[in-house]
T-cell receptor, first 115, second 117 residues
Framework: DAGITQSPRHKVTETGTPVTLRCHQT?????MYWYRQDPGHGLRLIHY???????DKGEVSDGYSVSRSKTEDFLLTLESATSSQTSVYFC??????????????FGDGTRLSIL | AQKVTQAQTEISVVEKEDVTLDCVYE???????LFWYKQPPSGELVFLIR??????QNEISGRYSWNFQKSTSSFNFTITASQVVDSAVYFC??????????????FGTGTSLTVIP
């Protein structure tokens, strides 16, 4: 199994509070991603990173920010959580581009509930 | 427009039946990659297969097989002699030619497979 740890695994919080989710990898992979999974939508990309301090927006980035100060850590922050951000969040990693696009490997997910 | 369409939302089969999960994709790139992932009830996402756009050979791995047809932009997944442990949500994903900034994946909405004992 890819060495990916997401924390916390579960969180319940109130609307308007800031929330930070952490993704930690031990694989030294260059690329890291944050997705959210919602019924009827599959997985949608929030933000991704292609190196330390290098990040870019995905399909559903509004209301989220990310930071990557070290290769192994990728943080996702909800500055002011809203109920629409209740979801399951997955972190993924993939290797340096070599012979084609490599598969992404996923963490176990964080279930976030915003009341 | 959806880049990956999995039209089957839910499928139920009786154990030992064969089942095919459909995946249709849309891209203008000539180089792209297709993937299948499995999400069992425990929630983790498990990588099953990667196929590049230049390799149309079908692939078989045990009871699993994949049929890639560029002419119909489809990458279908068949489970032969299904088992209860195959019950899961299956996702198809597309990744277009990578750049130095990373390879974005576009996921379908998933097909929930239930195998009835």
């Amino acid at each position: 199994d890819a060495g990916i740890t997401q924390s916390p695994r579960h969180k319940v919080t109130e609307t308007g509070t800031p929330v930070t989710l952490r993704c930690h990898q031990t694989e030294n992979h260059r690329y890291m991603y944050w997705y959210r999974q919602d019924p009827g939508h599959g997985l949608r990309l929030i933000h991704y990173s292609y190196g330390v301090k290098d990040t870019d927006k995905g399909e559903v980035s509004d209301g989220y920010s990310v930071s990557r100060s070290k290769t192994e850590d990728f943080l996702l922050t909800l500055e002011s959580a809203t109920s629409s951000q209740t979801s399951v969040y997955f972190c993924a990693i993939s290797e340096q581009q070599g012979v084609g696009n490599q598969p992404q490997h996923f963490g176990d997910g964080t279930r976030l509930s915003i009341l | 427009a959806q880049k990956v369409t999995q039209a089957q939302t839910e499928i139920s089969v009786v154990e030992k039946e064969d089942v095919t999960l459909d995946c249709v994709y849309e891209t203008r790139d000539t180089t792209y990659y297709l993937f299948w992932y499995k999400q069992p009830p425990s929630g983790e996402l498990v990588f099953l297969i990667r196929r590049n756009s230049f390799d149309e050979q079908n692939e078989i791995s045990g009871r699993y097989s994949w049929n890639f047809q560029k002419s119909t932009s489809s990458f279908n997944f068949t489970i032969t002699a299904s088992q209860v442990v195959d019950s899961a949500v299956y996702f198809c994903a597309l990744s277009e030619a990578g750049s130095s900034t990373g390879n974005q994946f576009y996921f379908g909405t998933g097909t929930s497979l239930t195998v009835i004992p």
